[in-house]
């Protein structure tokens, strides 16, 4: 059964739930200030105000432990990387590294360097190994230096899998911009719900150049960063990163898709339009592990191989991997609305 942070409301420590309760004077309570804890900004919702979500929902969660808070009295940031993780050349180019290499990395070994999101750009797949509340371990970090990992209200760091001249498919990506960026705007709203402003203090990254921020404006400023900007760091990466997605202004003009019938849905001979859509989204995904070309619309023995496949394509492992749908891996597959 697939696992996923939950998409429900976090609490505050010492709290119940995320929701703010009214105090019957019409006004709403506030959240009880701890020294070293970070108070999340208030977002509005319907029905009244809510938290932003500590974990990621759309993220698989991997929760590392090993939590500390960060500091409350610099502006909210967020940290750009790639993981860079082999050395490719446009004329010498490289398969990219499977998802659950780098999760298992990063669960494994590797959780000294982990930051909060492991973002697959090619699949739209995210693992969470800490929560937004936390500080991460993706950046160097000198002692009695600025503790580049906690300096912010939030300091939330995304490592976007990726290397310049990786092959996907057998095509040739140069820079992350050149992927399909899956994901990025459900990325950034999460990240944007912590208010993190939409600024590069330093300006976009466009070159795998060290520009590395002066000491007041890390101080002062709030907004993304790439970590070629990140004091006390030698890194140049990500070389780019996706513009930001604008909020919408109009009525919505996206692609309506079919939502998650629930795992029950999915017995065997159940027949219906909707597993018809999903077998034509998982051959479209090359996750074609079909026998026949016959039925189509009807749940069967197919069906679980070709969606194990899906499942396995985003990274999941062992009983998440069992062939049977969940909200996590369907969301994804995007089956167009019947």
């Known amino acids: ?3 996923t942070s ?6 505050l420590p010492g709290t119940s739930s995320g929701r703010i309760v009214g105090n019957g004077g019409g006004s709403a309570e506030r959240p009880v200030v701890r020294p070293g804890v970070p108070v999340p900004p208030l977002l509005r919702r319907q029905g009244g105000l809510v938290m932003p979500q500590p974990w990621m929902p759309q993220a698989l969660k ?3 432990g090993d939590h500390a808070p960060c500091d409350p009295e610099f502006p909210p940031r967020a940290i750009a990387h790639i993981t860079a993780d082999r050395k490719a050349t446009a004329e010498a180019p490289l398969d990219l590294v499977p998802f659950t290499n780098l999760k298992g990395f990063f669960t494994g070994g590797g959780k000294g360097q982990a930051p909060h999101i492991l973002w697959d750009p090619f699949t739209g797949a995210f693992a969470q190994f800490f929560p937004a509340t936390s500080r991460s371990k993706a950046l160097a970090d000198v002692a009695g230096g600025t503790r580049t990992n906690r300096a912010g209200r939030v300091v939330i760091q995304i490592e976007a899998l990726f290397f310049p001249h990786c092959r ?3 095509k040739v990506f140069a820079t992350l911009v050149d992927t399909p960026c899956a994901g990025w705007a459900d990325l950034h709203a999460w990240i944007s719900s912590w ?4 600024v590069w203090p330093m300006g976009r990254p466009t070159s795998l150049t060290r520009m590395t921020c002066p000491a007041d404006k890390w101080r002062s400023q709030g907004g993304w960063y790439a970590h070629a900007h990140v004091p006390e760091n030698d890194h140049v990466d990500p070389g780019s990163w996706p513009e930001f997605v604008p909020a919408p202004t109009g009525p919505s003009t996206a692609a309506h898709f079919e939502p998650f019938p629930g795992t029950s849905f999915f017995e065997a001979g159940r027949r219906s339009p909707v597993i018809a859509g999903m077998h034509g989204r998982l051959v479209a995904e090359d ?3 079909y026998t026949s070309g016959d039925g189509n619309d009807v749940w069967g023995a197919g069906d679980m191989r070709s969606y194990r496949a899906w499942q396995q394509k985003l990274g999941l492992e062992g009983d998440a991997a069992d062939g049977v749908p969940g909200r996590f891996s369907w969301d994804r597959l995007k089956v167009p609305d019947v």
Not at 6 to 11: C, I, K, L, T
Not at 195 to 198: E, Q
């Open 62 to 64: 991997a929760d590392l």
């Open 6 to 11: 939950g998409a429900g409301v976090h609490g």
């Open 1 to 3: 059964m697939e696992v």
């Open 195 to 198: 208010d993190v402003p939409d």
């Open 287 to 289: 996750c074609d592990r």
């Open 168 to 170: 996907v498919n057998g």
